[in-house]
């Protein structure tokens, strides 16, 4: 264990499973951690923008540095058996295969991590449940159980407040590609939900559909396979929850106890732990007072007691992958009834760490062909690359249905950039900081020490901050974003983990403390303001050493969410790609479906709407920002 992580607490910020000496140095301008001299150190550790290339898809600056894999395997990847691990392309992960629980072997145990370095298991992630009950003999056993969720009302309906922007939703262009679309809804009425389902929806403040749902509920009550990209923000889950659990309940499906092994009729699945407990949440509040019962697994809490979630009947099932093929491998539950597959985050779950886990999943025992079953995917962001890979997952006659650039940012989150180096950027971060004041304020960072470290470093001058990171045990992980819910922490210092999905109320601020080193991550980080409607503020730190491989796509990003572009980043765009293809002008839409590069327009039918369709040279105008 590294020292760095093992003493002492601040105020308000406990990483109990990874405190740091923080407190007791004056990291904000000392010479400790990451700060200049020895920052060096640090940053080249974690910063090397060269690593991991994705071979095949490039093209996006989705490459992976050290931290973004660790990050994303260890804990974003969330395998509920491999948390902490390092997993890299093909390493074979799971070993592939449903054996029973008591079969199934550790993962190597124990790990390395050398000072500048996160975690590298010994032995990789193969094989293996989390909680094996300390059959690994390294790891101890996952105790964890979450707190009972509420069951008053009142909690379980607490809303998101719609924003002034919320109407606005509907001047956003649509495009729906692939043949016989369903008419799009206009209102909840006309998607002839039933009573149970009404009521909840306007328990729960939705007024009116958002695009996404406009065009989704028809498209997946009629039984056809979606992929749809909309805005952070946008209502994608209820777009896929609502249509699912009205087709359960008109179907009488009804949760048993009678059953050894439970056979959900719905699976979800997400890249992290908050996420789908999440969309867990949703789903719960949407089948309030019905018979259809939803249930979530996911890593980091005591397995037993999610077996004993599921024996008490399951029909939605929501999982992190991991955990949920160690739950089908534990013949827990069956797959035969899925009529309902749902990838949210779906380009991050075909990405480079979740594809296998992906196919295992629609390989498991029982699991019926992509011909027999839904599957729905959704992101705000899908590179055309991972769209061609969900192919495969999906019926040929699937319809793709873009709400507004593919990819873009939400127009309601301003951006800014401040041009820093490594060595003012947390003197920056404190003073924008303290012109914030209480407003809650999510600062992501790149490594998990990073992230202790500058939470350290903001309780020590009296900002009560927390942090959320893979290194955090789930109780920590969970008490974190409620103190940051609840308004104790304002501030939350993140790394990737928290970019995708969060929907925490009343976030006015994101900022980057550290870039992230893909133009994704950043739409998705800067998504968790600006919600709904609501009005939010991005500021990103902007280190021309280490940041210029990002710059032509964020001009993009900003041009296309008709942002104002810093002529020092549009230099710097200039300068990092030559001239001959660089157009920062942004269109107004452009429909990637990624058939559409191919014949497939001539087999498809596709709707724009409200505006005409866009212009030709759209797709060209794609390419060249990406
Ligand atoms: N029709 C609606 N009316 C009012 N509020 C809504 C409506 N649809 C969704 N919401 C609320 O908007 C918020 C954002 O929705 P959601 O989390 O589904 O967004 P998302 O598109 O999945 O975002 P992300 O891309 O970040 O995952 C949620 O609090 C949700 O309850």
Redesign the pocket.
């Known amino acids: 264990m590294d020292d760095w992580e093992e003493e002492g607490t601040t105020p308000s910020f406990t990483p109990a499973s990874s405190t740091n000496e923080a407190p007791q140095r004056n990291f904000w301008n000392g010479d400790a951690g990451d700060s200049g001299k020895n920052g060096d150190t640090w940053n080249q550790s974690s910063r090397g923008r060269g690593g991991f290339g994705r071979g095949g898809r490039g093209g996006r600056g989705r490459g992976f540095r050290r931290s973004d894999q660790d990050e994303l395997n260890g804990d974003d990847g969330d395998r509920g058996d491999s948390e902490n691990g390092f997993r890299g392309r093909g390493r074979g992960g799971r070993g592939g295969g449903f054996r029973s629980g008591g079969e199934q072997r550790g993962r190597g145990g124990g790990g390395y991590r050398g000072r500048d370095e996160d975690i590298l298991t010994a032995a990789g992630d193969s094989g293996g449940a989390e909680n094996k009950d300390g059959a690994d003999g390294e790891r101890p056993k996952v105790t964890y159980i979450p707190p009972s969720l509420p069951e008053d009302e009142d909690s379980i309906f607490s809303?998101?407040k719609?924003g002034i922007n919320?109407d606005k939703y509907d001047d956003i262009l649509v495009d729906v590609s692939g043949t016989n679309l369903p008419p799009a809804i206009l209102t909840f009425e006309e998607a002839k939900l039933c009573e149970s389902l009404k009521n909840n929806i306007s328990r729960?403040?939705?007024?009116?559909?958002?695009p996404?749902?406009k065009y989704g509920l028809p498209i997946i009550s009629a039984g056809r396979d979606l992929m749809a990209c909309?805005?952070?923000?946008?209502?994608?889950?209820?777009?896929f929850l609502l249509p699912i659990l009205q087709q359960l309940m008109a179907d009488g499906v009804a949760a048993s106890r009678f059953s050894e092994i439970q056979e959900p009729e719905a699976v979800i699945v997400a890249p992290t732990r908050e996420l789908i407990n999440?969309i867990f949440q949703?789903a719960r509040k949407f089948a309030f007072g019905t018979c259809v019962r939803p249930v979530v697994v996911y890593g980091g809490v005591n397995t037993g007691y999610q077996m004993r979630e599921i024996q008490k009947g399951c029909n939605v099932l929501c999982g992190t992958p991991g955990r949920l093929l160690d739950m089908i491998g534990r013949g827990k539950v069956g797959m035969s009834k899925v009529r309902h597959l749902v990838l949210?985050?779906a380009d991050r779950m075909l990405d480079m760490g979740f594809e296998p886990d992906m196919r295992r999943l629609v390989a498991s025992p029982g699991m019926p062909p992509k011909e027999e079953r839904q599957t729905l995917m959704?992101?705000?962001t899908f590179p055309e690359d991972i769209q061609r890979l969900a192919a495969d997952f999906l019926k040929v006659d699937y319809l793709f249905v873009a709400v507004g650039v593919v990819g873009g940012a939400c127009a309601d989150v301003e951006q800014t950039f401040i041009q820093v180096t490594k060595f003012n950027k947390r003197d920056k971060l404190l003073d924008l900081l303290r012109t914030t004041g209480s407003e809650r304020t999510m600062v992501f960072v790149e490594t998990k020490r990073q992230a202790d470290f500058i939470a350290a470093c903001l309780c020590q001058e009296k900002l009560p901050t927390t942090s959320i990171h893979g290194d955090r045990e789930q109780r920590e992980r969970e008490k974190a974003l409620a103190d940051f819910r609840s308004g104790k922490c304002p501030v939350l210092v993140a790394t990737s983990v928290a970019s995708?999905?969060?929907?925490i109320?009343d976030v006015q601020h994101v900022v980057n403390y550290d870039l992230p080193n893909n133009i994704d991550d950043y739409v998705?980080r800067i998504?968790?303001t600006g919600?709904?409607g609501n009005v939010g503020r991005a500021v990103s730190f902007y280190d021309p050493d280490v940041d210029s491989q990002l710059a032509r796509s964020l001009v993009g990003v900003l041009s296309k969410a008709q942002q104002e572009v810093p002529s020092w980043l549009e230099e710097s765009a200039f300068s990092a790609h030559g001239s001959s293809s660089y157009n920062p002008s942004g269109r107004t839409f452009a429909s990637t479906d990624s058939r559409k590069g191919d014949s497939f327009q001539d087999r498809s039918s596709s709707a724009t709407t409200p505006a005409a369709a866009p212009p030709a040279a759209a797709a060209a105008d794609d390419e060249d920002w990406e």
């Not at 729960?204 to 958002?210: C, D, L, M, N, R």
């Not at 909309?230 to 777009?239: F, M, P, Y």
């Not at 995708?500 to 929907?503: E, N």
């Open positions: 809303q998101y719609m919320f729960s403040g939705y007024v009116k559909p958002t996404v749902q909309a805005q952070t923000g946008s209502g994608k889950t209820a777009a999440q949703e949210d985050e959704f992101s705000a995708r999905g969060l929907d109320p998705h998504g968790r919600r709904c």
